[in-house]
C-alpha cells in the first residue's frame, strides 16, 4: 500500500509516508489556526452587525411612527383648514351683515365715534336738545346704563 511506511528507514530523512502524514497534520492545524483567527475577526464584526441592525430596526420603527403621526397630523391640518374656511366665510357673511344694520350718526365727535363716553354724549346732548336743566344729564345717563355699557 502507498500509505505504510517503508521498510527500510534509517531515520535521517524522511519517508514519504511520515512526509505526507506530517503535511496532512500541519496542513489540518494550519487550517484549523486559519479558521479559529478568521472566526476570532469575525466575531466582534458580527457582534457590531448584529448591533447595527438592532439599531437601524429601532430607527425604522421610529421613523414609522413618526410618518403615521405627520400624516395624522397633515389630515388634522387639512380638517383644521377647512373648519378655519368656513369660519372666515361665516365671519365675512356676518362683517357683511353687520355693515347693512350699522348706522352711523354724521357729525358725532371722533371719541364718541369710537365707542368712548357715548352715555355722557347722548345724555347731553339730549339734555341740551330738549331744552331740559344742566341738572337733568345725569339722570339720563343713569337711565342709559340700564341698556349695558357700550365700550365693551
Known amino acids: 500500500m502507498a500509505d505504510e511506511p517503508p521498510a527500510e528507514d534509517d531515520g535521517t530523512v524522511l519517508s514519504r509516508y ?3 502524514f506530517t503535511m496532512q497534520k500541519l496542513e489540518s492545524n494550519i487550517s484549523e489556526q486559519i479558521q479559529q483567527a478568521v472566526q476570532q ?3 466582534p464584526l458580527s457582534e457590531e452587525l448584529k448591533m447595527i441592525t438592532d ?3 429601532e430607527v425604522l420603527q421610529a421613523a414609522e411612527t413618526a410618518l403615521e403621526g405627520a400624516v395624522m397630523a397633515f ?6 383648514q377647512k ?7 361665516k ?3 356676518l362683517e357683511n351683515k353687520l ?7 354724521r357729525g358725532l365727535p371722533k371719541d364718541v365715534e369710537e365707542g368712548k363716553k357715548i352715555k355722557t354724549f347722548i345724555a347731553t346732548w339730549l339734555a341740551k336738545s330738549l331744552d331740559l336743566e344742566d341738572n337733568v344729564a345725569p339722570f339720563i345717563n343713569k337711565y342709559l346704563n340700564k341698556f349695558g ?3 365693551k
Open 18 to 20: 511520515n512526509f505526507h
Open 41 to 43: 475577526a469575525i466575531k
Open 55 to 57: 439599531t437601524l430596526s
Open 75 to 80: 389630515h388634522d391640518v387639512q380638517q383644521l
Open 83 to 89: 373648519t378655519e374656511d368656513w369660519a372666515r366665510a
Open 91 to 93: 365671519i365675512m357673511a
Open 99 to 105: 355693515k347693512e344694520q350699522k348706522q352711523k350718526f
Open 149 to 151: 355699557d357700550s365700550t
